[in-house]
């Protein structure tokens, strides 16, 4: 049978990464896109084609780019002939005083977070909806929804953005593709943990102290809610932003 194809966007390091491998064990064919990390993503391609039985490809193009994704898309397309799955992961965040802020912060932030989910998702439901299937999951945030601050309210916007974008492809693209989002609360990423080196171990356990289950998610919890979003077992889930924050201390 001819494998399930998954394009991640933003997948050379972090969430996105763990999302490929997941993928990758449970026999899906995977597109590793990246915009600055080229060693990162070429040694995944290497690590995936070496632990499991799949192909993996990598394409570098910036999601806020339109030629840059319709051309990655055509690329896959000739490539694989299919993509059964899409991940819209790719996100960039600033962290500023909020006077500090500008026209450009607010750009380049929804251009890449946002407008980059929406121009991905408009050229790949478009060899979807021809093959009347496919699912896509979007990552949004709980900053979308009550951890929201003004230090990052580009991202908190564009997470917000997200949301609504699930739901409108949900209805768009109804009742060929299924469209969900997840969005997480804090992720024991790379960038998360220098962060925590920097501040001496700080940022961490005081982060953990706010959520009920006292700990950030693993990278490989949320890849695999991203996996059973995308897998059958999730086939009457549309529309859905399924919120993965370990609980939060307002309940
Ligand atoms: N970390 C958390 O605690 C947390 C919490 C809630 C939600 N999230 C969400 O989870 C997702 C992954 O977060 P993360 O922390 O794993 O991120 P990360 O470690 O910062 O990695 C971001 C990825 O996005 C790629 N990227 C950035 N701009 C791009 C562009 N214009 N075009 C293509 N790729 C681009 C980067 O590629 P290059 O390195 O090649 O540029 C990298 O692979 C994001 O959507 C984020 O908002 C994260």
Same mark, same amino acid.
């Given at each position: 049978?001819?494998? $399930? @194809?998954?394009?991640?966007?933003? *997948?050379?390091?972090?969430?996105?990464? &763990?999302?490929?491998?997941?993928?990758?064990?449970?026999?899906?064919?995977? @597109? %590793?896109?990246?915009?600055?990390?080229?060693?990162?993503?070429?040694?995944?391609? /290497?690590?995936?084609?070496?632990?499991?039985?799949? $192909?993996?490809?990598?394409?570098?193009?910036?999601?806020?780019? =339109?030629?840059?994704?319709?051309?990655?898309? /055509?690329?896959?397309?000739? %490539?694989?002939?299919?993509?059964? @799955?899409?991940?819209?992961?790719?996100?960039?965040?600033?962290?500023?005083?909020?006077?500090?802020?500008?026209?450009? &912060?607010?750009?380049?932030?929804?251009?890449?977070?946002?407008?980059? *989910?929406?121009?991905?998702?408009?050229?790949? *439901?478009?060899?979807?909806? $021809?093959?009347? &299937? #496919?699912?896509?999951?979007?990552? !949004?945030?709980?900053?979308?929804?009550? $951890?929201?601050?003004? &230090?990052?309210? =580009?991202?908190?916007? *564009?997470?917000?953005?997200?949301?609504?974008?699930?739901?409108?492809?949900?209805? =768009?693209?109804?009742?060929?593709?299924?469209?969900?989002?997840?969005?997480?609360?804090?992720?024991?990423?790379?960038?998360?943990?220098?962060?925590?080196?920097?501040?001496?171990?700080?940022? +961490?356990?005081?982060?953990?102290?706010?959520?009920?289950?006292?700990?950030?998610?693993?990278? /490989?919890? +949320?890849?695999?809610?991203?996996?059973?979003?995308?897998? =059958? /077992?999730?086939?009457?889930?549309? #529309?859905? %932003?399924?919120?993965?924050?370990?609980? !939060?201390?307002?309940?």
């Amino acid at each position: 049978m001819e494998r $399930k @194809v998954v394009l991640v966007t933003g *997948s050379s390091r972090g969430l996105g990464r &763990s999302c490929i491998i997941e993928f990758a064990k449970r026999g899906y064919d995977v @597109v %590793i896109n990246y915009l600055h990390s080229e060693k990162m993503a070429e040694s995944l391609k /290497e690590e995936v084609e070496k632990n499991f039985d799949v $192909k993996a490809m990598v394409v570098k193009a910036d999601v806020s780019n =339109e030629q840059q994704v319709q051309d990655m898309v /055509e690329k896959i397309i000739k %490539i694989f002939g299919h993509i059964d @799955v899409l991940v819209n992961n790719a996100a960039i965040e600033n962290n500023s005083e909020f006077a500090e802020k500008n026209k450009e &912060s607010f750009e380049k932030v929804l251009g890449t977070n946002l407008i980059g *989910s929406f121009l991905v998702s408009k050229y790949v *439901s478009k060899f979807m909806l $021809k093959c009347q &299937s #496919g699912r896509i999951v979007n990552i !949004s945030s709980n900053n979308s929804i009550d $951890k929201y601050d003004s &230090s990052t309210v =580009e991202y908190d916007v *564009s997470k917000a953005g997200i949301n609504i974008l699930t739901k409108v492809m949900a209805k =768009e693209f109804a009742p060929f593709i299924n469209v969900n989002a997840v969005a997480p609360g804090w992720i024991l990423t790379e960038t998360n943990q220098s962060i925590d080196r920097e501040l001496d171990g700080t940022f +961490i356990k005081s982060e953990s102290e706010k959520i009920l289950l006292k700990r950030f998610a693993t990278m /490989e919890e +949320i890849a695999k809610i991203v996996f059973f979003l995308a897998s =059958e /077992e999730a086939s009457y889930l549309n #529309g859905e %932003i399924i919120v993965a924050d370990g609980g !939060s201390q307002n309940v």
